[in-house]
């Protein structure tokens, strides 16, 4: 995974890195993602805020019926572009739906998706869309129990701090477009900042 993270710094990752590389295909310029999921909790969480002293934060919620939406991402290294969809379910047929998505906004390359080895990511009901998109999609699964090594989990922990800690929301739409709205503005050196590399005015390098 590191070899890979190098050669996509540098801008010289392609499909020939894949681990089943087959010479008979064209070789493609690759990119390389971290893929994860998070919940948009309509009963927010409490975080870190600033309080008078003696005072108690007081945090609206929905009480018992707490619906929620599961937010998708693919977060690219090192330029922090990425792909974010949302859906009612986290199942594999969720993750399928995203990946698809994925290969085809820029059918021309070849991805390698990083991603934990939650059920739902490892099912062998994901196989056959796995061989059918072989020649441009490679999943790369961190060890066991190393969020850390997951670049997309500090963009959802900085978007549950600036945007749903501490924030009732009237109903679950306006929570997406909330979250939305906030990837639109968050800024490319915030994405570098996130994921270690420097930013430049057009991408991180």
């Known amino acids: 995974m590191e070899k890979l993270k190098q050669k996509a710094k540098i801008g010289v990752l392609s499909s020939l890195d894949a681990s089943d590389v087959d010479l008979d295909q064209p070789i493609k310029p690759a990119k390389l993602v971290y893929f994860d999921s998070t919940d948009l909790h309509l009963c927010p969480e409490v975080g870190n805020t600033y309080q008078a002293n003696g005072e108690q934060l007081k945090v609206e919620t929905p009480g018992k019926h707490n619906p929620w939406y599961a937010l998708f991402g693919s977060l690219a290294y090192p330029s922090g572009e990425g792909l974010y969809t ?3 379910l986290k199942r594999h047929q969720e993750v399928q739906a995203h990946l698809q ?8 390359v070849f991805w390698f998706v990083i991603l934990d080895n939650a ?14 998109n072989r020649h ?8 066991t129990y190393s ?15 600036q945007v749903t800690n501490n ?21 490319f050196a915030q994405f570098c900042s996130l994921m270690g590399v420097t930013d430049t005015s057009s991408s991180c390098r």
Not at 147 to 161: C, F, S, T, V
Request: charged share 20%; hydrophobic share 50%; proline share 9%.
């Open 147 to 161: 969020p850390n090594l997951n670049l997309i989990e500090r963009l959802w922990k900085l978007m549950r701090a």
């Open 101 to 108: 998505q994925l290969v085809e906004t820029e059918p021309e």
């Open 167 to 187: 924030q009732p929301f009237a109903d679950l739409p306006t929570l997406a477009e909330a979250v939305v709205d906030w990837f639109d503005k968050l800024s």
């Open 136 to 143: 441009q999609l490679e999943l790369v699964f961190l060890p």
């Open 86 to 88: 949302i859906h009612h």
């Open 119 to 132: 059920s739902a990511h490892t099912t062998p009901a994901l196989d056959q869309f796995l061989l059918n």
